[in-house]
């Protein structure tokens, strides 16, 4: 078996690594363990200098896949013997790998790991901030339907007009009929008219009711 690695000289030292690190897991029973092992990943570029100043895509793939793993660990952790106490500890594992992440698809993939967490916890505020953090990294319909789900639970007149603002913003972007578009554009205006009226915001009441009336237009 060859010599595990002392220091970092390149990205590949780091990815040889991780693979110490996953095989090494693959025979340990105890999550502790296991979180033993990938956290030396972590601790083998926050280490060196070298590592930790490079900004290279295997580098950075490296360290997703680590907090990532390490996140979806305290989560086993918290099943396993200690309920809602290690989730603190897998969002912020999470929230590290994504910082790291390199696509829409990665980062879709950690979000809704946090957003499961959130919803566990009832925890409304990081569950709303979550949602709409995943909504847009999704594609347009998702995001339409995500932000008038968030202004359908909003707290106040605020929010709720400042999720429908969201949702308008997508319309146009759907792969839809123009009719489809009108009718959501007249649909989600007519919320904020309403909003807005109550709120005595002419200046937004003018500006929403100009679409709204340019959507009815076309519709009738």
């Known amino acids: ?34 979180l033993l092992s990938y956290n030396e990943v972590i601790n083998f570029c926050a280490d060196s200098k070298k590592c930790a100043k490079t900004d290279s895509v295997k580098r950075n793939q490296v360290l997703f896949w680590t907090y990532n ?17 290690m989730y603190v500890y897998a969002v912020q594992y999470f929230q590290n790998a994504l910082n790291f992440a390199r696509s829409g698809e990665e980062e879709r993939e950690v979000l809704q790991k946090m957003l499961d967490v959130y919803g566990a916890l009832n925890d409304e505020y990081n569950y709303k901030k979550t949602f709409e953090a995943l909504a847009l990294v999704s594609d347009d319909v998702f995001r339409r339907q995500a932000f008038l789900a968030l202004a359908d639970s909003a707290r106040d007149l605020y929010q709720e007009a400042y999720y429908l603002e969201k949702a308008l913003n997508y319309i146009d972007k759907e792969n839809m009929t ?19 009226q109550a709120l005595g915001n002419e200046k937004s009441e003018a500006r929403i009711r100009q679409i709204k009336d340019e959507a009815e237009k076309i519709l009738n």
């Open 178 to 196: 123009l009719l489809e578009k009108c009718k959501d554009n007249f649909d989600i205006c007519a919320r904020l008219l309403e909003i807005y």
């Open 69 to 85: 793993q390490l996140g979806d660990l305290f989560l086993q952790k918290n099943a396993a013997d200690a309920p809602k106490n």
């Open 1 to 34: 078996m060859p010599k595990p690695l002392r220091s970092f000289k390149n990205e590949s030292d780091l990815l040889k690594k991780y693979r110490e690190a996953v095989e090494r897991a693959k025979y340990l029973s105890d999550i502790d363990d296991k």
